[in-house]
């Protein structure tokens, strides 16, 4: 089920990318706000004028304008024209992906922990006797909490025989396992971009829609718009199932060709040879006698160990992911001279700062799935009607490169490419899934209490399908990778 978030955000990036393909962006952006609300978001905030000035804001992160950047006073017009002067260079230094919305940020209740109306005024008291702050008493035959003294350690909550005190939390923290979001001045949400990781979460978390990532849709509609660029579609192998049942791989090579690319690049075979280089990695520490390995194809897990726990960099592998390594592979085709673009294209957030602190000038843009299919709207491409064969995989990628975007897939593949000898014992490999599971588990090396030789880290639950850019939920992709799987004649249960 699709929300209404996710479909007013559809709706701006769909009416942002007709404007730019007809070159009407600076002639009606001023004026969009207002068309939106016209054509029926208006119900879901106090007024239509406060609803207008959410677009607005909407409006400069689609097109990719860090919010930071950007004051009330900015016209669209303006910022329309600061994108499109930059034209298809790198965004401007320093940009933030993650922004929040603050005009759509309902400041959420901060009081974590609250006594309902199930409080019986019980002989026991527990929770009084619980608490160490001496913070609850009894006020009108109910439990009182005295927030002054509350340090919200939960200890009332679980002392409760009936369940009367609740512990609750915003969204947008509970959904941050790397605690970057707390509320801030005049209780909205704030990031603290140092332990930001990036991963998304906390955009499908929020209920109002107040968080959003910057978005490279206009600058990837200029690439494609000029004659003299080769533009390069680097297609994640979560991509299965993502454009429905009938959009096999053969649909959507002929419709990003269709809407300007020249070429499209299946990620999977990427894959495989990051699989076979991270083997390589693992047999030679191994041998070398260190300890656990990292996978580095997770742009969120990378930065979650970079941040919060720096003394484990060094066993992230030294290979780059499978989104560089196509790139790198799609460029290496063509002869000097010519204008490359490479655009990645995947379910995936984090990959757009990854592209600009790790590319190297590799890759270019990122778009997620959900982007992508914004602009498919715009350019009048309906990928089911395009035909062909719909359980069509991209070519030359194997099984285990396309499993790459399932929890346990990448640990799979590197465990077959890791050359032991018979006598040797097989590597030990770990997989985890969601942020929480991972920072536990690091916390685990980090004190030297977890045994593994690989550890396959995915910020996202269930791994890239479970991104915050898909189409479709997690349980869909994961049918149409096992059918796909099945139809080649293997089990996709090992990925």
């Known amino acids: 089920m699709i929300s209404e978030v996710a479909k007013i955000k559809r709706k701006v990036w769909t009416e942002i990318a007709a404007l730019a393909f007809e070159d009407k962006l600076e002639d009606e952006i001023e004026f969009l706000p207002r068309k ?29 304008i860090d919010l930071r950047s950007s004051n009330d006073d900015e016209r669209l017009l303006a910022a329309a024209k600061r994108a499109l002067d930059r034209g298809a260079a ?12 603050e005009k759509a940020c309902d400041r959420c209740p901060i009081d974590r922990i609250v006594v309902t109306d199930a409080c019986r005024n019980c002989v026991a008291h527990y929770c009084v006797n619980a608490c160490r702050k001496r913070a609850i008493e009894i006020v ?7 927030r002054e003294r509350c340090v919200e350690c939960g200890l009332c909550v679980k002392a409760c025989q009936f369940g009367a005190i609740i512990e609750r939390e915003r969204p947008c923290s509970r959904a941050c396992a790397a605690g970057a979001i707390k509320p801030g001045r005049d209780s909205s949400a704030e990031i603290d971009y140092s332990k930001c990781i990036e991963c998304g979460a906390c955009i499908t978390a929020c209920p109002f829609g107040a968080i959003s990532d910057t978005s490279d849709i206009l600058r990837v509609i200029t690439m494609l718009k ?3 660029t080769v533009v ?24 990003l060709v269709h809407i300007g690319f020249a070429e499209v690049f299946p990620v999977a075979v990427a894959a495989d040879v990051v699989a076979r280089e991270e083997g390589r990695e693992l047999a030679e520490r191994m041998a070398g006698g260190n300890d656990i390995m990292f996978n580095s194809c997770c742009p969120a897990f990378v930065r979650l160990i970079d941040l919060h726990f720096p003394c484990l960099s060094e066993k992230v592998s030294k290979t780059p992911s499978p989104m560089l390594t196509a790139a790198r592979l799609a460029r290496n085709t063509h002869g000097a001279g010519q204008d490359i673009k490479c655009v990645f294209i995947g379910p995936c957030v984090a990959k757009k700062s990854e592209a600009i602190r790790e590319g190297q000038g590799l890759v270019d843009a990122v778009l997620t799935f959900e982007e992508l299919a914004a602009i498919l709207v715009a350019a009048g491409i309906n990928l089911a009607q395009i035909g062909g064969d719909a359980l069509s995989s991209c070519q030359g990628a194997s099984l285990d490169g396309m499993g790459f975007c399932s929890a346990g897939g990448v640990a799979s593949a590197v465990k077959k490419c890791t050359a032991f000898s018979a006598s040797d014992t097989p ?3 770990l997989s985890l899934s969601g942020v929480e599971n991972c920072m536990k588990a690091l916390r685990q090396v980090s004190k030297g209490g977890l045994k593994a030789d690989f550890v396959e880290g995915m910020a996202c639950e269930r791994g890239c399908i479970g991104g915050p850019g898909t ?17 080649k004649g293997e089990d996709a249960s090992g990925h």
Request: with cysteine.
């Open 140 to 146: 009108g035959n109910r439990a009182h909490i005295d």
């Open 232 to 255: 390069i579609a680097l297609v994640a192998p979560s991509v299965v199932g993502q454009f429905g049942p009938m959009a096999g791989w053969d649909a959507l090579e002929k419709g």
């Open 226 to 228: 000029s004659k003299d």
């Open 471 to 487: 189409l479709v939920d997690a349980d869909v992709s994961a049918r149409a990778l096992q059918k796909l799987f099945k139809a």
């Open 427 to 429: 590597p030990e490999m």
């Open 90 to 101: 790198a965004p401007e230094p320093g940009r933030s992906l993650i922004n929040i919305i």
């Open 36 to 64: 939106l609300t016209r054509e029926g978001i208006t119900n879901y905030r106090c007024c239509e004028f406060k609803e207008r000035a959410i677009l607005a804001d909407r409006i400069k992160l689609t097109l990719g």
